[in-house]
């Protein structure tokens, strides 16, 4: 008896520790420095200071899921809200459980429904492409969330739903960041996401569906296999439909819906119905782009050497999201369906609390690292940008040409961020330092008048 006890304690040593080291365990940003959210309002250009704690709070794993701990507010500052009902978002302290093993769903797939429908690696929730709502509440021809709720998503193309639960319904990063502007509101705010597309290099892991299966930003290789070929926008397969009129859905199903460009009420305003409007506005074309029906496809990524099915946060050539936005309308693998519950998931199995090891970066100059610092020459402002989500808290110095520390801020995990005013200094050289640990980038600036 004692040695079979001896061997099957072995057995669980030996598996916690090949689980520990799975990507849906270690990429998830754990907050382990007491960093808050932060929240604009209407009006206030200058970041209001929160008590909740943002980013993951705690990481635990079984042999089969990882449980995510998470109060599902950003690290990166959220708002404002214009036309949104909820001026601020609430902690909401979810538990998410996502399986370390996904497994293909055979059959017939299961469909994403509203709400949540998988979590990012900050902890904050991602819908599906609808806002829930659908032409005189007929659940068929389902408004779009991009087109219906534009005016009440922040800056990092996030909002609160009435339950205060901050979510995205599309690739997580800032307006700004788009070489087209998709909307004027956001111009007196500074903000950044979860990361900044890089059409250089391939999506970062930016979180996971609830069937397990990872979600990566909009870029990614020619040949999904082979992690040396060239990197391209990775694009869906989904395409507007060319109609005249809303009368059928894409099934073909007769069905009614509003005149294209007709004037809808929506909460708060007028919506013009635009072709795309809705979501039955689009069609799957198998083969007209890179992803699935899923918007997802396999492919081998850093995170995965040996392979795995991979959704995709999917953007334009302008760098705006394009339609289905994360995952399409049915999930590509089997899905844990108690993360869609009103009370969320409970612990069941026997866990594992996931402490990372923190490491020095060997250095910061590297593949992994790439900012913009901007604009230069200065005149009142300048911002540093980071590319990824950062796995460690960063640190920013603006320097005289002497050597002297004027100013100094940081880019929180799970930021990309931060910002100097620049209006009250001298015009000259200086220098932006940017340091984690024993390692450091330096880069010269100019400070106009």
């Not at 093993?101 to 991602?126: A, D």
């Not at 809303?246 to 635009?274: C, F, H, K, M």
């Not at 960063?394 to 929180?412: A, F, H, P, Q, T």
Request: aromatic content about 10%; some cysteine.
């Amino acid at each position: 008896m004692k040695k079979r006890l001896l061997v099957f304690c072995l057995g669980s040593f030996v598996e916690m520790g090949i689980a520990q080291t799975n990507p849906a365990i270690t990429s998830f940003l754990l907050n382990t420095t007491g960093i808050k959210g932060r929240h604009y309002l209407t009006g206030t250009s200058t970041p209001i200071q929160d008590s909740d704690s943002a980013n993951v709070q705690k990481i635990q794993y079984s042999s089969s899921f990882a449980y995510i701990k998470a109060s599902g507010i950003p690290a990166y500052v959220i708002g404002p809200y214009t036309n949104n009902p909820v001026p601020v978002a609430s902690a909401q302290n979810r538990l998410y459980k996502i399986p370390l093993n996904p497994v293909p769903k055979t059959g017939t797939k299961t469909s994403v429904g509203p709400g949540r429908n998988g979590v990012l690696i900050n902890g904050v929730p991602f819908f599906n492409a609808g806002d829930g709502r659908s032409y005189m509440n007929q659940n068929k021809w389902r408004n779009n969330a991009y087109v219906f709720e534009k005016n009440g998503i922040d800056c990092n193309r996030g909002h609160p739903e009435v339950q205060g639960t901050y979510h995205h319904h599309f690739n997580p990063s800032a307006f700004n960041v788009a070489s087209v502007v998709s909307s004027t509101i956001c111009n007196p705010y500074l903000a950044d996401g979860l990361y900044v597309p890089d059409s250089t290099k391939h999506g970062p892991l930016i979180g996971f569906a609830f069937d397990g299966f990872p979600v990566y930003g909009g870029f990614g290789h020619t040949n999904p296999l082979d992690t040396t070929s060239p990197i391209k926008r990775i694009k869906p397969s989904y395409r507007l439909r060319n109609i005249t009129a809303r009368t059928t859905l894409p099934d073909g199903t007769a069905a009614v819906g509003p005149a294209i460009n007709a004037p809808i009420q929506n909460p708060g305003s007028v919506i013009l119905a635009v072709l795309g409007a809705y979501k039955e506005d689009f069609e799957y074309v198998a083969g007209s782009g890179d992803l699935d029906e899923s918007n997802g496809r396999f492919c081998i990524t850093k995170e995965y050497p040996n392979g795995i099915y991979c959704y995709f946060a999917t953007i334009g050539t302008d760098g705006n999201p394009v339609y289905p936005y994360i995952t399409g309308p049915t999930y590509y693998g089997v899905v844990e369906t108690t993360n869609t519950q009103p009370v969320g998931p409970t612990i069941t199995d026997p866990v594992t609390t996931y402490t990372p090891t923190i490491t020095s970066v060997s250095s910061i100059e590297s593949s992994e690292f790439h900012a913009s610092i901007y604009p230069n020459p200065s005149n009142d402002i300048l911002i540093i940008q980071l590319t990824d989500p950062n796995a460690v808290e960063r640190n920013v110095d603006l320097i005289s040409l002497e050597g002297k520390i004027i100013k100094s801020e940081s880019i929180r995990q799970g930021s990309t961020m931060c910002f100097f005013d620049t209006q009250s200094m001298r015009r000259g050289v200086y220098f932006i330092r940017i340091h984690s640990q024993n390692n450091s980038v330096t880069r010269k600036i100019i400070i106009n008048d």
